[in-house]
């Protein structure tokens, strides 16, 4: 006579949490790995563009003979007023339609680059954009009813917006031979997010500052604030210092830091890109400067 089995239809309620548990403790140790390796992969490609960024320089000061102004003053008889030195690299990265058309634009309107038919103001370009801050990738809206692209990348002018001791700063015109202290040893930019109203940190053209363009896409390593803008009234008058900061708060704007644990990415005269530390912070002085003859050593 054949033996009979009886079937198991389903599992027991322990059987079931035990799984439940397991599944959620293999999630607890996944989560942290998984966002720690989309945290390098942000990192790394923050650096990439940052040496596409500083190869272009290069390009551009092989063709002029120096490197571009951190950005145009706005000036009668300058062909391309309020344009950033992001603006000027477009046929460097890639970008000659977009730099076609931006000719064309301040042809017809050279006095407003805000708007229409000015296509930068509102274009977000992948390689200006850190990944770790996906509100680069696209256009906003800011006060005065201006939608604008921004970036996280912006020049280093030296010390603060009253000198003109770095490389890339209102009408410069830095050449290789000028950075006496070793391209090796000099900082063209660094990391610092769009202020959250998106006031700050426009790739295309700006203002900043007192005219300047500090704080907008270019930056002092001690930043001061002197509230020529009615939106930073509340922030201390600086100087200010790299450090953590957060995309919530407005008064970050004065400073070099990235949404990258523990400092931030800076992009050096000769093209090469280094992870600073916000423990780094005394010897920016010395790296923003391109003529100082300061001795400094790297943390």
């Known amino acids: 006579m054949p033996r009979l089995h009886k079937d198991r239809n389903a599992f027991t309620l322990v059987e079931v949490l035990v799984v439940i548990a397991i599944i959620a403790i293999l999630i607890g140790l996944l989560l942290p790995a998984v966002q720690n390796v989309r945290a390098a992969a942000a990192r790394l490609s923050c650096q990439n563009n940052l040496k596409q960024i500083g190869l272009a320089l290069h390009n551009y000061d ?3 003979g120096a490197f571009p102004p951190g950005v145009t003053k706005f000036a009668n008889g ?3 007023p309020g344009l950033s030195w992001l603006g000027y690299l477009l046929p460097e990265v890639e970008q000659q339609p977009l730099w076609a058309v931006t000719q064309q634009a301040y ?3 050279p006095n407003n680059p805000f708007q229409l038919p000015h296509q930068g103001i509102l274009t977000p370009m992948k390689v200006y954009a850190c990944p770790a801050d996906d509100r680069q990738m696209m256009a906003h809206l800011t006060h005065q ?3 604008v692209a921004s970036t996280g990348y912006l020049g280093v002018l030296g010390t603060d917006f009253t000198t003109t001791s770095g490389v890339l700063y209102s009408d410069s015109r830095t050449r290789i031979t000028d950075i006496t202290d070793g391209t090796s040893n000099t900082l063209a930019a660094a990391e610092r997010p769009p202020s959250p109203d998106f006031w700050f940190g426009w790739w295309y053209a700006g203002a900043g500052e007192a005219s300047t363009g500090a704080v907008d896409m270019i930056l002092g390593v001690r930043e001061l604030n002197i509230n020529a803008s009615p939106y930073t009234t509340q922030c201390d008058p600086g100087p200010y210092h790299f450090q953590l900061g957060t995309i919530s708060q407005m008064c970050d704007a004065f400073h070099y830091w990235s949404l990258h644990s523990g400092g931030g ?16 912070d005394s010897v920016l002085p010395g790296l923003a400067t391109r003529a100082g003859g300061e001795v400094v050593a790297i943390e």
């Open 62 to 64: 092989s063709f002029n």
């Open 145 to 147: 009813g201006y939608l």
């Open 265 to 280: 990415n800076f992009l050096f005269c000769d093209g090469s890109v280094k992870f600073l530390s916000y423990a780094s």
């Open 78 to 80: 300058e062909t391309y």
């Open 107 to 109: 042809a017809v309107q």
